[in-house]
């Protein structure tokens, strides 16, 4: 049995002060149960300031992207090191919004995944389809070789510190959820291509979040679906009522 995860992405919301105030309030909503995983992934300019709000607690801080370089010349960019020693331990890698909005290929989100690896950060790997393959009927070679091309190079044991994030893009901030039966299907997908690339007992431990739309309304009965083992929330996730509220659906 694979514990849940409930992670909330805020993307480019919130200022140092709001994150901390979210934070400061969840903590004391909600005592996480020892039997779900509870991860915020504030911007970049909040991560210290969460860290320490949040220490002492059982709430994981995420970052949202990293660069693969260690360091060096790359104005405006953050290195895995950077976010290890902010205090995250995930750090979200391929979101749609960065493979759509900041052309980033399969290519450097492998790059990214390893980096993040090497940096001890966890990755959440996002994958999924846009409309057009879904309509068109690619959706499968797609997330095939959205896994193939991202995690090309990882091992059996990089495979065991990585949580993959299936988030069909025509489903994410558009209020359109994928069905449970849509989304389990796909995550069995991703899972029995795991199990063929790894091995079955990697792919029975792998977390595999949904993603797009995910509210206090549908939770259930997404987790109800047996290979989704948490969600990776965006806009509901502003909210402390509304995040509070998943992460105890
Ligand atoms: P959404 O975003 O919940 O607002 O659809 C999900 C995501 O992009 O991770």
Not at 211 to 231: C, H, R, Y
């Amino acid at each position: 049995m694979v514990r849940p995860i409930i992670a909330g992405n805020w993307k480019m919301n919130k200022t140092v002060a709001e994150s901390v105030d979210f934070a400061e309030r969840l903590r004391s909503a909600y005592e996480t149960p020892a039997d779900r995983e509870v991860i915020i992934a504030p911007p970049f300019t909040a991560l210290r300031s969460v860290a320490e709000a949040i220490r002492g607690s059982s709430i994981i801080l995420s970052a949202q992207n990293l660069h693969e370089a260690e360091k060096g010349a790359y104005t405006g960019e953050i290195s895995g090191a950077m976010l290890r020693e902010a205090g995250c331990t995930y750090v979200i890698v391929g979101h749609s919004e960065r493979r759509t909005l900041f052309g980033e290929g399969d290519d450097r989100i492998n790059l990214k995944l390893r980096s993040a690896l090497t940096a001890g950060l966890m990755p959440i790997f996002c994958v999924g389809e846009s409309l057009r393959e879904r309509e068109e009927g690619t959706m499968e070679t797609v997330i095939e070789r959205q896994l193939k091309e991202g995690l090309n190079n990882l091992t059996a044991d990089d495979i065991g510190l990585v949580v993959i994030a299936y988030e069909p893009v025509w489903a994410i901030g558009t209020g359109k959820t994928a069905s449970p039966d849509q989304a389990g299907e796909v995550h069995r997908l991703i899972r029995e291509w795991i199990a063929r690339r790894y091995d079955p007992k990697r792919a029975a431990n792998l977390a595999i979040l949904y993603g797009g739309s995910v509210t206090p309304k549908n939770i259930a009965e997404l987790m109800a679906q047996p290979d989704i083992n948490g969600a990776l929330v965006g806009g509901a996730s502003l909210e402390v009522d509304s995040f509070v509220r998943i992460i105890g659906y």
